[in-house]
Structure formats: structure tokens, C-alpha cells
């Protein structure tokens, strides 16, 4: 499978590992604090390190080597890495050679693709379907992320790690309300394969567009009218606040990619007051790695 590179996005990973301990994550010291307790303990150990970047994007995944790092035999490091790429967190290439999955994949488009229309159909189910106890869950969701909203300051990792979960907490939330365990379970793992990539509306400010800080008020905004709309039975309505939020998340990364992709992607973006342009982004740096505007 080709992957789809993103200069800015090697700095952007460095900014991450910055913030964490210089020699190993906090998975790895437990790991071998506490070694990995078979299969299970394998895979939730590499799985974490995949997702906080511990383990960079594009990075060689040495059974030796994580059997060590993680304090365990290389039979249940195999079977993690077997597990983690059947939800496209790792790949295997010649030789059955593992690897972390790069942050954008190829088939980006269809990805988001996915995530659109999964998003439309769990929260107009959750509308028709949702409990008392769902309310109470959805609200909950919808009030932590408002309150960790209020503190943006600034677009940077930090930010991100602590409020792209709370988003993805919501999304799992109006899921689950949905009371279909098959559309549950494929936003659950829609949200896993795309964890590291919908970290980025929150970790830059696109320099052609807006502050953090309106975005993510605007985020709030929807946010409560998703949620109005759950409680009050208006499944139309329901999904269309679900279809404006997947645009606003779809707008900012779409910046992001067409300020720092080093190879074009087509990304079409659809509204909720219908379909936006489609629109291709085009290459920002050349051979050497340097922005063509610079």
C-alpha cells in the first residue's frame, strides 16, 4: 500500500515526542515496570505507544525488539502486531516486514468517507432510539468538551492530547445511543484507525485560517445542537448537526493538507447546506523537502 507523507507532519511528531520522556513512554516504563501480561498486555502496550506516537508513523516494528521493550515472549508481540493491522494501525510489507501505518493514508477520502456517513446514520438512530441514560451520557460527553474548549489558548500537541479524546468520547456517546452494536462498533473503529490523524484540527492553526479557539467554540455550538436534536426526537435535524460537524473537521484538515501535503490528495467536502467544490492538493514542497512558496 502507497502512503501519503506529510512533510510538516515529521516536526509536528518531533513537537509531540518533546513532551514526553526522552528514552520511553509511559506505556514502555510500565511495560517494563510491569511486563505485559500476555497477549492482551502486548497488544494494549504497542497499541497505546501507536497511538501517542511513542512509536512514530512509518517507524520498523522489530519483534526482538518490542519483546524486550515491552518484557514479553515474541509469540504475543506477534499476534499484537497481526491484531493492530487488521485495524490499520500497523502494516506488513516484503518479508511480512511490520511497520506503523503512516498518519494520513492514501485512501484518506474514503476514510473520511466512512466516518461521514457512519456519524449521519448513529445520530439519526440515537434520535429515534436514545434512553434517559443515553441523555445523561451524551450531555456529560457534551459538557467535558466544552469545558476543556474554554481553556484553548493555543493549537499545539498538548491541546490535542487532552481534547481530541473528549471529541471522540462524544462521537462513541451518540453511538451508542444509536442501539446498533454494528454501527457502534464501526465508529469505535473508525475513531481508532483515525486517532492520531484527528489529532491535527487541534494541534496547528492553518495559517490561512482560523484560531483554534473559534473553532472549537464553534465545535461547542454544534456539539449542543446534536445533542438538542438527539433528545428532542428530530432525527432529521440530528443529522444534519452530524453532517456540519464531519464539514468542520473535514475544512480544517483539508487546510492542513493543502498547506503541508508533499503529494495530491482529492478531498471532497459536503456541507450541511449542501456539496461544497471537490478539491485537489497540490504538492507544497519539492524534492529537497522546501516549501515551493518559500
Same mark, same amino acid.
Given at each position: 500500500?502507497?502512503?501519503?507523507?506529510?512533510?510538516?507532519?515529521?516536526?509536528?511528531?518531533?513537537?509531540?515526542?518533546?513532551? *514526553?520522556?526522552?528514552?520511553?513512554?509511559?506505556? %514502555? +516504563? /510500565? &511495560?517494563?515496570?510491569?511486563? #505485559?501480561?500476555? $497477549? =492482551?498486555?502486548?497488544?494494549?502496550?504497542?497499541?497505546?505507544?501507536?497511538?501517542?506516537?511513542?512509536?512514530?508513523?512509518?517507524?520498523?516494528?522489530?519483534?526482538?525488539?518490542?519483546?524486550?521493550?515491552?518484557?514479553?515472549?515474541?509469540?504475543?508481540?506477534?499476534?499484537?502486531?497481526?491484531?493492530?493491522?487488521?485495524?490499520?494501525?500497523?502494516?506488513?510489507?516484503?518479508?511480512?516486514?511490520?511497520?506503523?501505518?503512516?498518519?494520513?493514508?492514501?485512501?484518506?477520502? *474514503?476514510?473520511?468517507?466512512?466516518?461521514?456517513? %457512519? +456519524? /449521519? &446514520?448513529?445520530?439519526?438512530? #440515537?434520535?429515534? $432510539? =436514545?434512553?434517559?441514560?443515553?441523555?445523561?451520557?451524551?450531555?456529560?460527553?457534551?459538557?467535558?468538551?466544552?469545558?476543556?474548549?474554554?481553556?484553548?489558548?493555543?493549537?499545539?500537541?498538548?491541546?490535542?492530547?487532552?481534547?481530541?479524546?473528549?471529541?471522540?468520547?462524544?462521537?462513541?456517546?451518540?453511538?451508542?445511543?444509536?442501539?446498533?452494536?454494528?454501527?457502534?462498533?464501526?465508529?469505535?473503529?473508525?475513531?481508532?484507525?483515525?486517532?492520531?490523524?484527528?489529532?491535527?484540527?487541534?494541534?496547528?492553526?492553518?495559517?490561512?485560517?482560523?484560531?483554534?479557539?473559534?473553532?472549537?467554540?464553534?465545535?461547542?455550538?454544534?456539539?449542543?445542537?446534536?445533542?438538542?436534536?438527539?433528545?428532542?426526537?428530530?432525527?432529521?435535524?440530528?443529522?444534519?448537526?452530524?453532517?456540519?460537524?464531519?464539514?468542520?473537521?473535514?475544512?480544517?484538515?483539508?487546510?492542513?493538507?493543502?498547506?503541508?501535503?508533499?503529494?495530491?490528495?482529492?478531498?471532497?467536502?459536503?456541507?450541511?447546506?449542501?456539496?461544497?467544490?471537490?478539491?485537489?492538493?497540490?504538492?507544497?514542497?519539492?524534492?529537497?523537502?522546501?516549501?515551493?512558496?518559500?
Amino acid at each position: 500500500m502507497l502512503f501519503v507523507y506529510i512533510s510538516h507532519t515529521k516536526s509536528w511528531i518531533r513537537s509531540c515526542m518533546a513532551h *514526553r520522556s526522552p528514552k520511553r513512554s509511559e506505556a %514502555a +516504563r /510500565r &511495560a517494563r515496570g510491569n511486563p #505485559a501480561s500476555g $497477549r =492482551r498486555g502486548a497488544y494494549e502496550a504497542i497499541k497505546d505507544d501507536v497511538l501517542s506516537l511513542a512509536l512514530q508513523p512509518g517507524q520498523d516494528l522489530d519483534e526482538v525488539s518490542l519483546s524486550r521493550r515491552y518484557g514479553v515472549s515474541r509469540t504475543p508481540v506477534r499476534e499484537a502486531l497481526i491484531r493492530l493491522a487488521s485495524e490499520r494501525l500497523v502494516s506488513f510489507g516484503q518479508n511480512r516486514r511490520a511497520r506503523v501505518t503512516a498518519l494520513i493514508l492514501a485512501d484518506y477520502p *474514503r476514510f473520511m468517507e466512512a466516518l461521514d456517513l %457512519a +456519524r /449521519r &446514520a448513529v445520530s439519526r438512530l #440515537a434520535a429515534l $432510539r =436514545r434512553h434517559e441514560t443515553d441523555l445523561a451520557k451524551i450531555r456529560a460527553a457534551e459538557k467535558a468538551f466544552a469545558k476543556a474548549a474554554l481553556g484553548a489558548r493555543e493549537a499545539n500537541d498538548p491541546f490535542a492530547r487532552m481534547i481530541a479524546p473528549l471529541d471522540a468520547a462524544l462521537q462513541l456517546a451518540v453511538a451508542e445511543a444509536s442501539h446498533n452494536s454494528y454501527l457502534t462498533r464501526t465508529c469505535d473503529q473508525l475513531l481508532t484507525v483515525g486517532h492520531r490523524m484527528l489529532h491535527l484540527p487541534y494541534a496547528y492553526d492553518p495559517h490561512s485560517g482560523e484560531p483554534i479557539k473559534a473553532f472549537v467554540e464553534r465545535l461547542v455550538a454544534r456539539h449542543s445542537g446534536l445533542a438538542s436534536a438527539i433528545e428532542a426526537g428530530d432525527a432529521d435535524g440530528a443529522e444534519a448537526e452530524a453532517r456540519a460537524l464531519h464539514g468542520e473537521l473535514t475544512r480544517r484538515l483539508r487546510s492542513y493538507l493543502e498547506e503541508n501535503l508533499t503529494a495530491s490528495v482529492r478531498i471532497d467536502v459536503e456541507s450541511a447546506d449542501g456539496p461544497d467544490r471537490a478539491t485537489t492538493a497540490r504538492a507544497l514542497t519539492g524534492p529537497s523537502g522546501r516549501s515551493k512558496h518559500n
